[in-house]
């Protein structure tokens, strides 16, 4: 079955770069994705990343995926207290329609 | 503005109680989904719903009832049955349906907060 794990926090300083883990086991996601949670909000898609890519940059925010060890991780430049949030990564099944997610890292930004 | 709504945001029950949760996307969406979000956890899958007046279970789905009468509409009924329901609610939406072949995005309303005492 799929499973998507990830550790559950992370603290960085201010200015500092943060890197988010995920490793997940459905080899044949077509996406993998990233998405943040605010405190008692909903979830909103940051980006995300076709399972043939080895990276993705978007302004501060670089994914990369090491399809070979099912690793996924997302890089956030120069974090800014703005981006303390919960982040999820999520995989796709093969069908393409329905999500799989992990329990989230919770990011801790100390100015 | 296009997007979808839940109500309320705050939600009080007594125990025994039937209760329903509000889902409404204004997006055109095709598919539609519940999850539920407990502390410090990750989602889990309640019912989606990929076309209207059809919808599947999901990992969690006793205790829970859903339909899909209009494409706009998802509401979701948390029953006396359901052994654990304090919880945090979340209803998604995703342009795909049946269809495939792009990225799957799914876009979040902000949630029901829901306490049962």
């Known amino acids: 079955g799929e499973d998507v794990e990830q550790s559950l926090f992370l603290s960085v300083r201010e200015g500092d770069s943060s890197v988010i883990n995920c490793t997940y086991t459905?080899?044949?996601?077509?996406?993998l994705y990233w998405y943040k949670q605010e405190p008692g909000a909903g979830l909103q898609l940051l980006t995300y990343i076709f399972s043939n890519m080895d990276m993705k940059q978007d302004q501060r925010l670089t994914v990369l995926l090491n399809k070979k060890d099912k690793h996924l991780s997302l890089r956030i430049a120069d974090t800014q207290t703005g981006d303390s949030a919960i982040y999820f990564c999520a995989e796709d099944n093969n069908a393409g329609n329905m999500l799989t997610f992990g329990g989230g890292t919770r990011l801790m930004v100390k100015p | 503005d296009g997007g979808i709504t839940q109500s309320p945001k705050y939600l009080f029950r007594k125990e025994g109680q039937n209760v329903t949760l509000s889902c409404e996307q204004n997006?055109?969406?095709?598919?539609m989904y519940w999850y539920r979000q407990d502390p410090g956890q990750g989602l889990r899958l309640i019912y989606y719903s990929q076309i209207v007046n059809d919808f599947q279970k999901g990992d969690i789905a006793e205790g829970y009832s859903v339909s899909r009468e209009k494409k706009e509409s998802f509401p979701l009924t948390v029953t006396s049955a359901q052994k654990n329901p304090t919880a945090f609610y979340l209803c998604?939406?995703?342009?795909?349906?049946?269809?495939?072949?792009?990225?799957?995005?799914?876009?979040f309303g902000p949630g029901t907060r829901l306490t049962v005492t």
């Open positions: 997006l055109n969406h095709d598919a």
């Open positions: 459905d080899s044949s996601s077509t996406y």
């Open positions: 998604a939406s995703s342009p795909l349906g049946l269809a495939g072949g792009r990225a799957y995005e799914q876009y």
